[in-house]
Nanobody, 121 residues
């Protein structure tokens, strides 16, 4: 079994910062990519940022220059540093990991439970 546990969401004023964390645990053989998605009310889930095992990153245009994704491979943990937050960043943020379990021969996608980020004055 694999679990992704997120933390760090909350309420912040516009222009403020938050840092999200997501730790993967369980019968993991290797984690390929990790990332963050978000879903605002009435909208589809969208990619915010992703990072490969070698550190290559990909960002949504709307967060470039404001958000930074990083990863600690030793801890199976991914982080999302969010600066200069805007009201339109308000959403539930979900952690994603593409990984192979010890008992499997192919990778699968796993998701965290989601953490609420609200940007409001």
């Amino acid at each position: 079994q694999v679990q992704l546990v997120e933390s760090g969401g909350g309420l912040v004023q516009p222009g403020g910062s938050l840092r999200l964390s997501c730790a993967a645990s369980g019968s993991i053989f290797v984690i390929y990519s990790m990332g963050w998605y978000r879903q605002a009310p009435g909208k589809q889930r969208e990619l915010v940022a992703a990072i490969t095992g070698s550190g290559n990153t990909n960002y949504a245009d709307s967060v470039k220059g404001r958000f930074t994704i990083s990863r600690d491979n030793a801890k199976n943990t991914v982080y999302l540093q969010m600066n200069s937050l805007k009201p339109e960043d308000t959403a539930v943020y979900y952690c994603n990991a593409n990984l192979r379990r010890i008992t499997n021969t192919r990778p699968d996608d796993y998701w965290g439970q989601g953490t609420q980020v609200t940007v409001s004055s």
